[in-house]
């Protein structure tokens, strides 16, 4: 059920954990295997969905923002996902690195900061320790 506002509304069902698929109720077509990265087994795992929807909807929002401004949007995410043992369990360490063609450093770092704002996915991740936004010359991973 949608929340009140809703402008979009998803709902995505994972029945079994690391194994077998997780699936868009209603949208039989869309469906992932899903896995462990600490198995061998195939299916996409969690590091995977975290950063593509960091690098897609992060990128996109970057694209507005360089609009906004006038710009032609020309900037390239990487999104580096790590799983490492934490005091308790597992923690997820996520490096975001923008590449601009045309801005300099500057100028991209001024987008970044806007975008960080605006992006429903940088919001719920910026705050967390364990997450990094890093305007580069060229990529590192």
């Known amino acids: 059920m949608a929340v009140d506002g809703s402008l979009y509304h998803t709902e995505i069902v994972n029945e079994h954990g690391l194994t077998g698929q997780s699936y868009v109720r ?26 593509f929807a960091l690098s897609t909807c992060f ?32 923690k997820f360490i996520v490096r975001c690195q923008i590449f601009f063609n045309k801005l300099d450093n500057d100028q991209g770092q001024k987008m970044v900061d806007e975008a960080l704002n605006q992006c429903p996915v940088a919001k719920l991740l910026k705050a967390n320790e364990n997450v990094t936004f890093e305007v580069v010359d060229q990529f590192s991973f």
Do not use: C, M, W
């Open 26 to 51: 209603g949208n039989e077509g869309l469906a992932l295997g899903v896995s462990s990265s600490l198995l061998n087994s195939p299916g996409t795992n969690p590091e995977q969905f975290i950063g």
């Open 59 to 90: 990128n996109a929002t970057i694209g507005i923002v360089e609009r906004q401004h006038k710009l032609e949007p020309d900037s390239i995410i990487h999104t580096g996902v790590d799983i490492v043992k934490d005091t308790v369990g597992y």
